[in-house]
């Protein structure tokens, strides 16, 4: 199951960013978006660079696996840029490869 957070300072969007994350990442994970879950917090707190003006994010995606590190980090990125309005040098992503035996979905260990 794959657990995506994001937290940035750009403006709150109503435009189901959580949504359109969970699409794309189902896409680049190639699981589906059943077992898929995203949260996209806004704080106008956080610098990046050294400032409050300067539009980033942190991502954090846990998951099961990864099939293209790479792939993953450009797509998150480049989501970033394009739906929160992030400079592309802002957009600071940590990647966890879940084992198996400690993750649960409905009720139920996977591994």
Not at 6 to 17: M, Q, S, Y
Not at 27 to 39: D, G, N, R
Not at 81 to 87: F, H, I
């Amino acid at each position: 199951m794959p657990f995506l957070t994001i937290k940035t300072n750009a403006a709150k969007a109503n435009d189901k960013l959580a949504e359109k994350a969970a699409d794309i990442l189902s896409q680049v994970l190639q699981k589906p978006l059943k077992v898929i879950a995203v949260s996209v917090e806004y704080n106008k707190q956080m610098a990046f660079d050294g400032s409050e003006g300067k539009i980033g994010a942190w991502i954090e995606l846990a998951s099961i696996g990864f099939k293209d590190k790479a792939k993953t980090v450009q797509v998150l990125t480049d989501w970033a840029v394009d739906n929160l309005g992030a400079e592309k040098d802002l957009v600071c992503i940590r990647l966890d490869d879940l084992n198996k035996t400690n993750v649960a979905h409905g009720g139920c260990l996977l591994g």
